[in-house]
């Protein structure tokens, strides 16, 4: 299945949550945090109002409790709008 964002939306592909400390303690999946960081997958034309500054693989740093959960093909993906996403990481 093809997702194609409308106006200022973006496609982020949630990053994986670290399953492992450091010194090897398995953190359970009730216990973790989501991540707030992403990669872009797709991007959405724009309006008059707002421009569009990230692109198609682009990882970038989002708002917590924003954005739509989206499931498919198997992945889970996060629909933004432009506003909400904070920083891009370079």
Known sequence: ???KPLADRVLVK???VQEKTASGIYIP????EKTQIGTVIAVGEG???V????K???KVMHDKYTGTSV???GQEYLILSMKDVLAIIE
Do not use: L, N, P, S
Request: aromatic fraction near 0%; avoid cysteine.
């Open 71 to 73: 499931k498919a093909d």
């Open 51 to 54: 421009k569009m500054t990230v």
């Open 47 to 49: 309006t008059d109002k």
């Open 14 to 16: 949630i990053e994986e």
């Open 1 to 3: 299945m093809k997702i």
């Open 56 to 58: 198609v693989g682009d």
């Open 29 to 32: 999946q009730t216990a973790q």
